[in-house]
């Protein structure tokens, strides 16, 4: 990431996009992977939605696969809706971004994003 992401980080509100998905990260360091090695963790709860950040096991990687990966999940709908895969945490955060306000867009009375604990 680079610094201007970071600098001031005191001021950054509890609810910011970015700070929300590096606490999601620092998560996925304490959970148990999957079976097939992947780990899941809610970046936060915004009404219905839930926006998850996925992390893929980097053995075995073949050209072009990706690391990480964000969705956008409906629990009303209980589906997925929206998904995005992302080289970086600086791809994941503008995804991220986008996503709570994708959430806003389809429910205008979804609650504010809150963080949230580990799916898995």
Partial sequence: MDNESLS???DVPADHPLRLLIQAYTRLALITAQADGTKMV???RCGAFDLRL??????GE???TVPLWVELFDHAAGLVIDSASCRD???AGAVTHAFMA???ER???TSPCTP???NH
Avoid: C, K, V
Avoid at 54 to 59: R, V
């Fill in 54 to 59: 996925i992390e893929f096991p980097l053995e």
């Fill in 107 to 109: 429910r205008p009375n």
């Fill in 89 to 91: 945490l600086d791809e």
């Fill in 42 to 44: 809610s970046i936060a």
């Fill in 62 to 64: 073949t050209e072009g």
């Fill in 116 to 118: 949230l604990g580990t």
């Fill in 102 to 104: 994708e959430a806003r």
């Fill in 8 to 10: 001031g980080s005191q």
